[in-house]
């Protein structure tokens, strides 16, 4: 039973940390950055952006908690951990290069990366439990939205 507690608490910091992170350089890009540049129309309004990285972080943390618990060898969750690490880790990189240093094409770059990465992280989720892959989906699909429009403002500006 302590085990699973310490589980899903490592779970709740890792994303905790990226979503307060993410938060800090995102508001900081709001307020003096996103307003003055050109976005497509496609672009959601900014208080929708707040409510879908919600939801995306709670399924990340249970695909991520569901993975933890159902380990099958050390270096299964060696990599799925690897790869969870590295995709937050690139959020927060994400959120720092568009927001806070409002770099376009450097951002453009990370968002790629992230999104390879994250695809590798499904593959080697959907290895250990083939559900916490599946309940990502929504995030995959938010990815390669945000992606997209992120290269669209890189070309635009």
């Known amino acids: 039973m302590a085990l699973k507690f310490i589980q899903g608490l490592y779970s709740f910091i890792l994303i905790f940390i990226t979503a307060i992170v993410s938060k800090y350089f995102t508001d900081i890009g709001l307020e003096a950055f996103y307003d003055t540049i050109n976005i497509p129309q496609s672009s959601p309004e900014n208080n929708y952006f707040r409510y879908i990285w919600r939801g995306i972080y709670v399924l990340l943390f249970l695909s991520f908690y569901i993975i ?9 969750f060696d990599d799925a951990n690897s790869l969870f690490i590295s995709q937050l880790f690139l959020q927060i990189l994400w959120t720092f290069s568009f927001f806070y240093m409002e770099q376009l094409v450097a951002s453009s770059i990370v968002i790629v990366l992230l999104l390879g990465v994250v695809f590798l992280m499904l593959h080697s989720f959907y290895q250990i439990n083939k559900f916490s892959c599946f309940i990502l989906f929504p995030y995959v699909i938010w990815l390669m939205f945000a992606t997209y429009l992120n290269i669209y403002i890189a070309f635009i500006n």
Request: proline letters at 0%.
């Open 68 to 76: 933890l618990l159902s380990k099958k060898s050390i270096s299964e």
